[in-house]
């Protein structure tokens, strides 16, 4: 295998061990030097351990490491079944063909691909495109943070009295002549002090403004897999398009650290990956996305057939057919001692910029939904332990099978049913919490340094007018969901209309959604033959756009 890995040596140091012994004592020779191992590529047969288990001890030694489990043509037929269970169970990331020919470019792929991954998650970037300076235990700095990682920006935080922050800090007029954290500095930006998520949004993700009295054939809400899949289809089908998100591009599903089970993708991809890529899909056609822009209301048209009016924050948007996409937004606890320490431990959602900072320690995290498996999963790689609380017996019926067997494979999760977490506390950041046994109302305090909140969803539409329909938990009726008396003819909207002509709903924020990514990027493609119908029933001599397959 030296010659296939001999590509890598100039920017990873490549070693060799010969079975399980020597490679054992090779990773913890490297880690005893603070060397770490990206990638352990393991043959399916070894001189005195199966590779699978050589590849589960490693692992344990290693746990931020990916793993490929190599196999020989000869020995396809009799390992499928051995490499699908070690796949579906989460043991190894991918399974690949030893190669044959000096150039497998489908090997390497695979292994670039990897190798990319591990450094997005597990360390700090080789060269950061901004810089957050703050002291330990800033929240704000940690919401920023978030942010540039979901919009897939490399950035360093450090201390104020760090070298590193000196040409931050340099110059900088302190409001009030005191100096405020955290500051964000950049080449784009020099010293930023304090800076909103809609003023780094408008620098890091920052798109050519639009005219103020352009009107937009489609505005799309919510930059998440549907409103990402009808902004690609819209603007490759000749609409103007204009997307707006009011967090980073991606949505909820851009905080994903992995999905496993979505569409052409067998080793997985990251959320933020997934969400760089359709942004720049989108944009490839002519669509025009910001992000870090909310909007804070929608005007209806004062006659049928007219313009919509979005509301920003600084101004206002107009567009001929709307498409809400806003997904959804984790329910908050409610508990004051928690919400006290949000960005100090407690995070609501995957925050998978917070896993390394929980490295050695012990973590929890809320949700029974694949989310919430996501984030523990990932953050097994780099906690001591990962304790998965639901309120219900067990994960079957909120969860998927492939996250349970792996979930049930990994020695550092263990899963607590029919509990709640009730309070937590500490001194300057998250150190304990409590929990619950809702069967015997029993309450136990454990030491906690991380506390990850994936609960529920809770619709992000307050901004609509009545006259769309929602249903009593606030999610958008579509289709012949909505009331009766709104029907125009005896006939109920198309299957993502609702009851307003020109608006769809699509994604999460639809109600009675599937709640997958797969299914929010099918709807926002499928709204878009409805928009094309709508547009065309609204102007003289338009005719519909054909229906071909893509």
Request: proline share 6%; net charge negative.
């Given at each position: 295998?030296q010659?296939?890995f001999?590509?890598?040596a100039h920017?990873?140091r490549?070693?060799?061990?010969h079975?399980?012994?020597p490679?054992?004592g090779l990773?913890q020779s490297?880690q005893?030097q603070h060397?770490d191992v990206?990638l352990?590529?393991?043959?399916?047969h070894?001189?005195?351990?199966?590779?699978?288990?050589?590849?589960?001890?490693?692992?344990a030694v290693?746990p931020?490491?990916k793993r490929?489990?190599?196999f020989?043509?000869g020995e396809f037929?009799?390992?499928?079944?051995?490499?699908?269970?070690?796949?579906?169970?989460g043991?190894?990331?991918?399974?690949?063909?030893v190669p044959?020919g000096e150039r497998?470019e489908?090997?390497?792929t695979a292994?670039?691909e990897l190798?990319?991954?591990?450094?997005?998650?597990?360390?700090?970037?080789?060269?950061?495109?901004?810089?957050?300076?703050?002291?330990?235990g800033?929240?704000?700095a940690a919401r920023?943070?978030?942010f540039f990682?979901r919009?897939g920006v490399?950035?360093l935080?450090v201390?104020?009295?760090s070298?590193?922050?000196?040409?931050g800090?340099?110059?900088?007029?302190w409001?009030?002549?005191?100096?405020?954290y955290?500051v964000?500095?950049?080449?784009?930006?020099?010293?930023?002090?304090q800076?909103t998520i809609?003023?780094?949004?408008r620098?890091?993700?920052?798109?050519?403004?639009?005219?103020r009295d352009?009107?937009?054939?489609l505005?799309?809400v919510?930059?998440?897999?549907?409103g990402l899949?009808a902004a690609v289809y819209g603007?490759?089908e000749?609409?103007?398009?204009?997307?707006f998100d009011?967090?980073?591009?991606g949505?909820?599903?851009g905080?994903?650290s992995m999905i496993?089970?979505?569409l052409?993708f067998?080793r997985g991809i990251s959320?933020?990956?997934?969400a760089?890529r359709?942004?720049?899909?989108a944009?490839?056609?002519?669509a025009?996305?910001y992000?870090?822009?909310?909007?804070?209301g929608l005007r209806?048209p004062?006659?049928p057939g007219?313009?919509f009016v979005?509301?920003?924050?600084d101004g206002?948007v107009?567009?001929r057919?709307?498409?809400?996409a806003?997904?959804?937004?984790?329910?908050r606890?409610?508990?004051?001692?928690?919400e006290?320490l949000v960005?100090?431990?407690?995070h609501y959602g995957a925050?998978?910029?917070?896993?390394?900072e929980?490295?050695?320690?012990?973590?929890?995290?809320?949700g029974g939904?694949n989310s919430a498996?996501?984030?523990?999963?990932?953050?097994?790689?780099f906690a001591?332990?990962v304790?998965?609380?639901?309120?219900r017996?067990?994960?079957t019926?909120?969860?998927?099978e492939?996250?349970?067997?792996?979930i049930?494979?990994?020695?550092?999760?263990?899963?607590r049913?029919?509990?709640?977490?009730?309070?937590a506390?500490?001194?300057?950041k998250?150190?304990?919490?409590t929990l619950r046994d809702?069967?015997?109302?029993a309450?136990?305090?454990?030491?906690?340094?991380?506390l990850?909140l994936l609960l529920?969803?809770?619709?992000?539409c307050?901004?609509?007018?009545?006259?769309i329909?929602?249903?009593?938990?606030?999610?958008?009726?579509?289709?012949?969901?909505?009331p009766?008396?709104?029907?125009?003819g005896n006939?109920p909207?198309e299957?993502?209309?609702t009851t307003?002509p020109?608006?769809f709903a699509?994604?999460d924020?639809?109600?009675?959604?599937?709640?997958?990514v797969?299914?929010?990027?099918g709807e926002?493609?499928?709204?878009i033959?409805?928009v094309?119908?709508y547009?065309?029933?609204i102007?003289?001599?338009?005719?519909?756009a054909?229906?071909a397959p893509?």
């Amino acid at each position: 295998m030296q010659r296939e890995f001999g590509r890598y040596a100039h920017d990873y140091r490549v070693e060799f061990a010969h079975g399980l012994g020597p490679a054992m004592g090779l990773v913890q020779s490297l880690q005893a030097q603070h060397v770490d191992v990206a990638l352990l590529v393991v043959e399916l047969h070894q001189p005195d351990a199966p590779g699978l288990v050589t590849i589960d001890c490693l692992h344990a030694v290693s746990p931020q490491s990916k793993r490929v489990l190599l196999f020989g043509y000869g020995e396809f037929r009799g390992c499928r079944e051995t490499m699908r269970e070690a796949q579906v169970d989460g043991r190894i990331e991918a399974g690949l063909l030893v190669p044959r020919g000096e150039r497998d470019e489908e090997f390497h792929t695979a292994i670039t691909e990897l190798l990319s991954d591990w450094g997005w998650n597990s360390r700090r970037p080789v060269v950061e495109a901004a810089r957050i300076i703050a002291p330990a235990g800033n929240s704000a700095a940690a919401r920023l943070r978030d942010f540039f990682e979901r919009l897939g920006v490399p950035v360093l935080t450090v201390p104020p009295e760090s070298p590193a922050a000196e040409d931050g800090l340099a110059g900088i007029d302190w409001p009030d002549g005191v100096p405020a954290y955290p500051v964000v500095y950049s080449p784009l930006t020099g010293g930023l002090v304090q800076p909103t998520i809609e003023d780094l949004g408008r620098v890091f993700y920052a798109m050519e403004e639009f005219d103020r009295d352009e009107v937009f054939d489609l505005a799309i809400v919510g930059a998440g897999p549907g409103g990402l899949a009808a902004a690609v289809y819209g603007a490759s089908e000749g609409l103007s398009t204009v997307v707006f998100d009011a967090d980073a591009i991606g949505g909820q599903a851009g905080t994903s650290s992995m999905i496993r089970n979505y569409l052409g993708f067998p080793r997985g991809i990251s959320g933020m990956r997934l969400a760089q890529r359709a942004r720049a899909q989108a944009a490839r056609f002519g669509a025009k996305l910001y992000s870090a822009r909310a909007i804070r209301g929608l005007r209806l048209p004062d006659a049928p057939g007219g313009t919509f009016v979005l509301q920003l924050n600084d101004g206002a948007v107009q567009a001929r057919s709307v498409v809400i996409a806003a997904g959804v937004q984790y329910r908050r606890l409610g508990v004051e001692s928690i919400e006290q320490l949000v960005g100090l431990g407690v995070h609501y959602g995957a925050a998978t910029s917070a896993a390394r900072e929980c490295e050695g320690k012990d973590v929890i995290v809320v949700g029974g939904g694949n989310s919430a498996g996501q984030a523990a999963v990932h953050l097994s790689r780099f906690a001591r332990s990962v304790k998965l609380v639901v309120r219900r017996p067990d994960l079957t019926e909120t969860m998927s099978e492939y996250l349970i067997r792996e979930i049930e494979a990994n020695p550092r999760i263990s899963v607590r049913g029919c509990a709640e977490v009730i309070d937590a506390g500490g001194t300057t950041k998250l150190e304990w919490i409590t929990l619950r046994d809702n069967e015997t109302g029993a309450q136990f305090q454990k030491p906690c340094a991380g506390l990850f909140l994936l609960l529920g969803a809770k619709p992000g539409c307050d901004w609509l007018p009545a006259e769309i329909a929602r249903d009593d938990r606030g999610f958008v009726l579509t289709g012949r969901e909505v009331p009766m008396d709104t029907w125009v003819g005896n006939c109920p909207p198309e299957p993502l209309g609702t009851t307003v002509p020109g608006v769809f709903a699509v994604g999460d924020v639809r109600s009675g959604s599937m709640k997958r990514v797969a299914a929010a990027s099918g709807e926002g493609a499928a709204a878009i033959p409805s928009v094309h119908s709508y547009l065309a029933s609204i102007t003289p001599g338009l005719e519909p756009a054909g229906q071909a397959p893509a």
